[in-house]
């Protein structure tokens, strides 16, 4: 698929693209919100104790997680880049503030090395496998040596994940990729300290449980990864 279609396709789910994913979240028992919580408060985590300056939000839609962003890194610039027009200007209109908007083309258009952290949550699933090398090494252009990437995705070991993605109108042309092999194809783009992180166990019904979720890292059966990467300093 090229860009072109990619942005086409965005634009044309933009507008449905918050009911279309609460419906398809209905089953955990959480709204989409939670999600988008969930991964910035667990970046925050990851980031405890540093202060970056300058995030990339890498396929950032229609602004999910901007209040969390705000809220979790109120000193840092946030650049939200998407394939989609229609995203970018929905996610304005929704969330005005001071963040900085970009449209992604055959590139991220920020100068090299410009970026402390890159974040991105459920994107890659939808780029064709083989471009993944491409932006790889695009984010790992646009991120400063010694910075990090952390990338969220859906887990294809998850049986409701998949179910999820399979019945998902927004998932009409994704193809899952499993933890270990994102984690290679990041290593064999010059990214460093790879490490995975599986995340979302426990739905709803079960949010008593979900105290045990820090410790389940290493549990290939959580709904969702998250892939930690440094760009060599």
Not at 206 to 214: D, N, Q, Y
Request: hydrophobic fraction near 45%; proline fraction near 7%; glycine fraction near 6%.
């Amino acid at each position: 698929m090229r860009p072109d279609d990619r942005q086409a396709e965005f634009d044309c789910l933009a507008d449905t693209y918050h009911e279309q994913h609460k419906a398809n979240v209905a089953i955990t028992g959480e709204e989409p919100a939670y999600f988008a919580a969930y991964k910035i408060a667990d970046l925050a985590a990851l980031l405890a104790h540093a202060s970056p300056a300058a995030i990339l939000d890498f396929g950032s839609g229609i602004g999910n997680s901007l209040p969390y962003f705000r809220k979790h890194f109120p000193h840092a610039a946030l650049t939200c880049a998407d394939v989609s027009a229609r995203s970018i200007t929905l996610a304005k209109e929704r969330f005005p503030g001071p963040e900085r908007y970009v449209q992604i083309g055959k590139g991220v258009p920020l100068p090299d090395a410009s970026q402390d952290v890159v974040f991105s949550a459920c994107v890659f699933h939808h780029i064709p496998h083989e471009e993944h090398a491409h932006w790889l090494a695009e984010l790992r252009r646009v991120t400063r040596p010694g910075g990090l990437l952390a990338i969220f995705e859906h887990n294809p070991l998850n049986p409701l994940t998949v179910r999820a993605v399979n019945t998902c109108p927004l998932d009409v042309n994704a193809r899952l990729i499993r933890g270990a092999t994102m984690r290679s194809r990041a290593e064999a783009a010059g990214w460093q300290s790879a490490r995975i992180d599986y995340r979302l166990f426990f739905p709803a019904a079960l949010a008593g449980l979900r105290f045990l979720e820090p410790g389940l890292g290493w549990l290939c059966l959580g709904a969702q990864y998250r892939l930690t990467v440094r760009r060599p300093a």
